[in-house]
Antibody
Framework: EVYLLESGGALVQPGGSLRLSCAASGFSFSSYAMSWVRQAPGKGLEWVSSFSATDGSTYHADSVKGRFTISRDKSKSTLYLQMDSLRGDDTAVYYC?????????????WGQGTLVTVSS | QSVLTQPPSVSGAPGQRVTISCTGSSSNIGAGYDVHWYQQLPGTAPKVLIYVNSRRPSGVPDRFSGSKSGTSASLAINGLQAEDEADYYCQSYDKSLSGWRVFGGGTKLTVL
């Protein structure tokens, strides 16, 4: 059974930093691309960042580029999202998702999400 | 404002058929990129409903179907049931965007 468990969400002040973690189990972590997707309160889904399994490339949405960094620790089967220079519009539930597919990937498993609130 | 446009809401009575559209452009769906659909029940994480335009994961009822044509895709739900009330999102790639991955704005389905 695939499990994705996010942690690290908290209340943080604007300009602050936070690191989210996603502990994965039940599949070969290093063989799949992994992503972060967020959902602001009452809003839709927004793709944030992805880590490629094939070559370790990372991708970030323009809204977070230069502020967020995705990484992974294969030995711990854990995905991370380092979030710096946080702003109010970063407030959201952050989901970790496993990605499959060779061309247009889709997210076949999701964690339960962790809430990040950016406010003074 | 997503590059994939969905109607904000649709509704239908139990037993009816509803469709949800996902309209894109030549840089995403029209470029031949596949479309996937997710269902998000209230207070829960999204779940994949349709992948690669029309394929259903195991466990998804055959009442749900997907199609793609030109620059648009559609999700159809036949025999609407109360438990289908949820938010639905399409997802694809857009070659003009950083990282390519993009979701539609989402559609709230209300079962009357």
């Amino acid at each position: 059974e695939v499990y994705l468990l996010e942690s690290g969400g908290a209340l943080v002040q604007p300009g602050g930093s936070l690191r989210l973690s996603c502990a994965a189990s039940g599949f070969s972590f290093s063989s799949y691309a992994m992503s972060w997707v967020r959902q602001a309160p009452g809003k839709g889904l927004e793709w944030v960042s992805s880590f490629s399994a094939t070559d370790g490339s990372t991708y970030h949405a323009d809204s977070v580029k230069g502020r967020f960094t995705i990484s992974r620790d294969k030995s711990k089967s854990t995905l991370y999202l380092q979030m710096d220079s946080l702003r109010g519009d970063d407030t959201a539930v952050y989901y970790c998702a496993k990605e499959v597919g060779s061309t247009v990937g889709y997210f076949d498993y999701w964690g339960q999400g962790t809430l990040v609130t950016v406010s003074s | 404002q997503s590059v994939l446009t969905q109607p904000p809401s649709v509704s239908g009575a139990p037993g009816q058929r509803v469709t949800i559209s996902c309209t894109g452009s030549s840089s995403n769906i029209g470029a031949g990129y596949d479309v996937h659909w997710y269902q998000q029940l209230p207070g829960t994480a999204p779940k994949v409903l349709i992948y690669v335009n029309s394929r259903r994961p195991s466990g998804v009822p055959d009442r749900f179907s997907g199609s793609k044509s030109g620059t648009s895709a559609s999700l159809a739900i036949n025999g609407l049931q109360a438990e289908d009330e949820a938010d639905y999102y399409c997802q694809s790639y857009d070659k003009s965007l950083s990282g390519w991955r993009v979701f539609g704005g989402g559609t709230k389905l209300t079962v009357l």
